[in-house]
């Protein structure tokens, strides 16, 4: 089992930015999925973006164009920098990772992101 744990998040202006960390306990080189995901209050949690061991991107059509998912396999961390937040990107952040195409996710404790002036 991978420990996740994610930083950066904070209140930002409409408008602003913010690069949220996700921090591996051991190697990400080559495991299959790293995702970012987030739960807004009374929302369902939803899938933001992926990066797989390849290097491939996919991001739900919400975010395309303003998030960009990077990993660092030296570092063992994923990135996720945020640009043109808006209120509507206020919610809780979380990172998982998949070892495998048919394992189970394993995830971080999240990290707060508000968008609010």
């Known amino acids: 089992q991978v420990q996740l744990v994610e930083s950066g998040g904070g209140l930002v202006q409409p408008g602003g930015s913010l690069r949220l960390s996700c921090a591996a306990s051991?190697?990400?080189?080559?495991?299959?999925?790293m995702r970012w995901h987030r739960q807004a209050p009374g929302k369902q949690r939803e899938w933001v973006a992926v990066?797989?061991?390849?290097?491939?991107?996919r991001y739900i059509d919400s975010v395309k164009g303003r998030f960009t998912i990077s990993r660092d396999n030296a570092k063992n961390t994923v990135y996720l920098q945020m640009n043109s937040l808006n209120p509507e990107d206020t919610a809780v952040y979380l990172c998982s990772s998949q070892r495998t195409r048919f394992s189970p996710f394993d995830w971080g404790q999240g990290t707060q992101v508000t968008v609010s002036s």
């Open positions: 051991g190697s990400i080189f080559s495991i299959y999925a």
């Open positions: 990066i797989t061991s390849d290097g491939s991107t």
